[in-house]
């Protein structure tokens, strides 16, 4: 099994930070490149342009492939009621939550409501937990020891952290060790301009997570359609030219469960 835990349909791309474009995929399209890849499902997340309605109807066109999450703003009065209605009227798995971009702490009160009515419903929430390329989006809102707030104070809560938590890739792994309810996504952590050295920072970072015992809550994602499954998996599958020694090897039966196997307590019960 292969699961792709973070997909968008419509989502900004950076890779010209001062021209981002906006870059939106068909379910054909998108079908198309899981199964080129081999991929099962992928996880598809809404955000304040990609609305959960958009995603709820996107999801539904084909349910066995696509898990759809929804969104809320904690910061707006309504936001607990949001969380049951986008679970109950529209068949919402889980939730995505952008701290950085609309300006909150992830230890915020406000924000406690949020957490309180997912963790009812067992829907499972995930970060947008890494810096934006915009001046306003402020680094105060993405550190990890907010999520250590959190993880702490909601231990049946499953929090999925994007992006390995980047620039802070190892407090946010250490905050995964802390908490054995706190998992990390691969997707696009290394900013956004496709160098090949990408390879290297991500065989580094695996090997941290491997020395600190949580590379079995690592799970992977691709940031779709920014970054495709095929050329990904490839590049996580050989991250290991790197190890110029063998204690610096990441065993390969690791990587392969990075793919599927580790995702499996985050998926919805009857998969
Ligand atoms: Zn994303």
């Known amino acids: 099994m292969r699961v792709d835990y973070h997909c968008h349909i419509s989502m900004m791309e950076y890779a010209d930070p001062e021209h981002p474009t906006?870059?939106?995929v068909s379910r054909e399209e998108f079908l198309a490149d899981l199964d080129a890849a081999g991929f099962d499902m992928a996880v598809v997340l809404s955000d304040s342009r990609t609305t959960p309605e958009m995603v709820s109807t996107f999801v539904s066109q084909a349910p066995d492939r696509f898990i759809g999450f929804g969104?809320?703003?904690p910061l707006r009065r309504d936001a607990p009621e949001s969380v049951l209605r986008q679970r109950h009227e529209l068949g919402l798995f889980g939730l995505k939550l952008y701290p950085t971009v609309d300006g909150y702490r992830a230890d915020d009160p406000r924000a406690f409501r949020v957490y309180e009515a997912a963790v009812g419903i067992?829907?499972?929430?995930?970060?947008?937990q890494a810096g934006m390329p915009e001046p306003h989006d402020l680094l105060r809102h993405t550190d990890p020891e907010q999520i250590d707030v959190v993880a702490s104070c909601f231990p049946r809560l499953?929090?999925?952290?994007?992006?390995?938590?980047?620039?802070?890739?190892?407090?946010t792994l250490y905050v995964a060790r802390k908490h054995r309810n706190v998992w990390c996504d691969l997707s696009w952590p290394y900013g956004d301009i496709n160098h090949p050295s990408y390879r290297y920072l991500l065989w580094r970072d695996l090997l941290v997570a491997l020395n600190l015992?949580?590379?079995?809550?690592i799970v992977f994602g691709t940031d779709?359609?920014?970054?495709?499954?095929k050329p990904y998996v490839e590049l996580l599958m050989s991250v290991n030219r790197y190890a110029a020694h063998p204690d610096l090897r990441i065993p390969e039966d690791r990587l392969a469960a990075i793919l599927g196997e580790n995702a499996r307590p985050l998926l919805p019960e009857k998969r």
């Not at 499953?158 to 407090?171: F, M, N, Q, S």
């Not at 015992?213 to 809550?217: C, E, N, P, S, T």
């Open 122 to 128: 067992d829907m499972p929430v995930l970060f947008h």
């Open 71 to 73: 969104y809320v703003n």
């Open 224 to 229: 779709y359609p920014g970054v495709r499954q």
């Open 213 to 217: 015992g949580v590379l079995g809550r």
């Open 158 to 171: 499953r929090i999925v952290l994007a992006h390995l938590g980047y620039p802070r890739v190892e407090e």
């Open 22 to 24: 906006v870059v939106s």
